[in-house]
């Protein structure tokens, strides 16, 4: 098939009769690949990433950046040079939308890029309009990269004068967002934390315990109810409008819009369906992994751990799906453990009922994100074809 990137030059030569296997988002799954490729090409094939930016920011370090604990340099990971060294062209851009029959991408800057292999590993986002209000007057998570700026700004802002930040989300990222920013904060700005519904979810009630005392000695106020609305300088609870001059939004893992008329099978919420083998469950050419995947046989939560995990296992099958080999299946472990930051270099434990906090723990999570982090980094730049 004709191998070209219409609209722009990304350097790919459209002349050769390779497989194109266009890897989209350098998510946690990617940086498998990327590894896998720089230790190993795939004979025939030529691979494409297209990625937002050049610099992964590792989520699992968020808090302790927000905290102050690490500055950027210790929490992200050069994905370019990654890219460079596994051989994989480099195209810095967005996907805008996909047609899986026409195996073609088209970037938000009108680049159309064709490709025999597809494999999707973007995350998930957070919906704008999710709540009211939201969209002119709040932070959001994710993008990281666009949270991280604007939280220096915020910062700039909070040693001016005296700042209200409300924290909008029940679960891990909310709870650790807010634990991060109340020790960012002067004492003289307050911090608060929205809660629809019961604390962290998905959790034992040793763990919610643990994590309402956290809130309690740290001094994040616990505002239980459903933020309704985000107005200028408030938060909506139903009738109840509580001050706020920086309010983040730490709810939800939406489906990208972009997906939306690509032809893939998406579940009711627009997320990719795909099998064991991490192939779309209608177009076998295509892969994802992580939160913009959903499995149709072991469903399981959204979180990085899951997207790590996947990594080798799509590594191996983009390479054994290109070269014509069997696939192996991916089996998601029933139940994860999390520490959860507390934001003073401690963490909390959770691993299904079993609960457990301390120092120790903040030094082990410190440990497993600094290995995670260090395997992508210092990769030697075209040695390993
Ligand atoms: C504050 C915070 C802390 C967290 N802490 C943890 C933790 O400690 N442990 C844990 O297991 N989980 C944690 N999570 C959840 C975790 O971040 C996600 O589950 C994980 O990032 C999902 O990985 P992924 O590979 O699917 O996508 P991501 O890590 O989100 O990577 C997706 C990549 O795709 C890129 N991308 C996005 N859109 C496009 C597009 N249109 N075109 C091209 N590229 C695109 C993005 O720039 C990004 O680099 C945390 C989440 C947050 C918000």
Do not use: C, N, S, T
């Given at each position: 098939m004709a191998l070209g990137v219409e609209g722009g030059g990304s350097g790919v030569d459209s002349s050769v009769a390779m497989k194109r296997l266009l890897l989209l988002g350098a998510g946690h799954a990617h940086l498998a690949v990327l590894a896998a490729l720089a230790r190993r090409r795939i004979p025939g094939a030529e691979a494409v990433l297209v990625s937002p930016n050049e610099h992964f920011i590792y989520s699992g370090r968020v808090p302790g950046l927000i905290g102050g604990r690490f500055d950027e340099s210790e929490c992200s990971i050069d994905i370019a040079s990654l890219a460079a060294a596994a051989g994989v062209s480099f195209l810095r851009g967005?996907?805008?939308?996909?047609?899986?029959?026409?195996r073609c991408v088209t970037l938000a800057d009108g680049q159309r890029i064709d490709c025999d292999v597809l494999s999707l590993d973007t995350g998930g986002t957070q919906d704008r309009d999710r709540l009211p209000g939201a969209r002119d007057n709040a932070l959001f998570l994710r993008p990281m990269e666009g949270f991280v700026e604007l939280w220096q700004r915020t910062l700039a802002l909070a040693a001016e004068r005296e700042l209200d930040v409300v924290v909008i989300g029940n679960g891990a990222a909310g709870f650790e967002i807010a634990l991060a920013v109340r020790r960012a904060l002067a004492a003289r700005c307050s911090v608060s934390l929205v809660s629809d519904g019961e604390l962290l979810p998905g959790h034992g009630p040793a763990v919610r315990r643990r994590a309402l005392d956290a809130l309690h000695f740290s001094g994040v106020q616990l505002l239980p109810g459903r933020c309704t609305a985000i107005e200028p300088w408030h938060v909506r609870l139903g009738t109840l409008r509580v001050a706020c001059d920086?309010?983040?939004?730490?709810?939800?893992s939406d489906a990208p819009s972009w997906l939306a008329g690509s032809a893939l099978a998406l579940d009711e919420q627009g997320f990719v369906r795909i099998g064991a083998t991490l192939q779309s469950a209608s177009h076998p050419n295509v892969f994802a992994a992580g939160d913009v995947s959903v499995?149709?046989?072991?469903?399981?939560?959204r979180s990085g751990v899951y997207a790590v995990r996947a990594g080798p296992v799509l590594a191996a099958n983009l390479r054994r799906f290109i070269v014509g080999a069997p696939l192996k299946p991916y089996l998601p472990q029933r139940r994860s453990l999390y520490l959860l930051s507390t934001g003073d270099g401690r963490a909390i434990a959770s691993w299904g009922a079993f609960s457990a906090e301390g120092r120790w723990a903040g030094r082990w999570k410190d440990r497993i994100d600094g290995a995670f982090l260090a395997r992508y980094s210092d990769f030697d730049q075209g040695s390993k074809k």
């Open positions: 967005r996907a805008a939308a996909i047609d899986a029959e026409a920086v309010p983040i939004v730490a709810v939800g499995r149709d046989d072991r469903p399981h939560p």
